[in-house]
Every structure is written in C-alpha cells, then in structure tokens.
C-alpha cells in the first residue's frame, strides 16, 4: 500500500465557468473523461469504478507519453475528486491534487484545481510552471465549453 506524503510545492488554478456546477460536473466529474475536456490527453482508460477511491486511470497524451493516476477520495455531492500520480513523465513526485466545482452565483461554477508535489528531475519553478500549464490548459477548455 502506497502512503502519500504532502509535497512541498503547491499549484492552484481556478475559472468561472458560464454553467451550473451540476452541469459542469456532468463533464468533468467522470475519472475517466480527461480526454474529453482536456487537449492535452489522447485517450484515458479506466480500472475500477471511477466513483470509488482506488480506481485508476491511464492518459496517453498528444505526444505518446502516458501518465497514471490513482482516485484517492470523490464525492459527487460536493462536486470534488481528489488524485495521486503514480508514474509519469512529469517532473513532479509525491503529486496529489484536487479538483472541486462550486457555485460561483447567476448560474456559474467556480472549477478550482489544486495540487501539492514536489519537483522531480527539475528545479521548483520548473515543476510548478508544468502544473500549472496542464491546469491551465484543462481550465480553458472547459472554460470555451460552457460560453454562452
């Protein structure tokens, strides 16, 4: 069994999304649907039910590479999953991160996405600048889903 320790390093992005957050989960809060609203991810495969902590999800990004993640907590209630990366090309260990939707008021929805990590093979500023980019990708996208 694999503990997970608190990286040293923290990322946090958020957007305002023109939808409710009952909407926006109906895209965001399948484990398995990364590919859908992420242009980075080619394709991602599921182990598990990706309603329950334990399930895994393999991406294969744009370029081949893949990275696999572990579910570690989701509640549909409060419209939030939590993940461990457990092998990737990324400059980043330790990685776990969150992704939690919440009412922004007239209709929109908050998407904030949060992690804590530590570099790997990279300087601090490295690592955080890559996060940062995939969040920032990820959030765009399901920003221009939702304009209305």
């Known amino acids: ?8 390093l ?21 484990f398995n649907a990364l590919d859908v609203w992420h242009p980075a ?3 991602s495969t599921m ?11 393999e991406l294969t990004l ?3 590479a893949k990275i696999n993640e572990k579910l570690t907590a989701y509640s549909a209630v409060k419209h939030s999953y939590s993940y461990a990366i457990t092998a990737s090309p990324l400059p980043v260990k330790n990685y776990l991160s969150t992704l ?3 009412p922004a008021g007239e209709g929109k929805t908050l998407v904030k996405w949060s992690s ?18 995939v969040y920032d990708g990820g959030l765009a996208k399901i920003g221009s889903t939702f304009k209305k």
Not at 1 to 8: L, N, Y
Not at 10 to 29: F, Q, Y
Not at 47 to 57: M, V
């Open 62 to 64: 744009g370029n081949g």
């Open 41 to 43: 991810v080619a394709k």
């Open 100 to 102: 939690t939707l919440s």
């Open 1 to 8: 069994s694999c503990s997970f320790a608190a990286g040293a």
């Open 10 to 30: 923290s990322v946090e992005r958020e957007a305002t999304v023109d939808a409710a957050p009952d909407t926006v989960w109906k895209l965001v809060g399948n």
């Open 47 to 57: 182990k598990g039910a990706g309603t329950k902590a334990g399930a895994t999800r």
């Open 116 to 133: 804590t990590f530590d570099a790997n093979g990279a300087s601090d500023d490295e690592a955080k600048k890559v996060i940062e980019g």
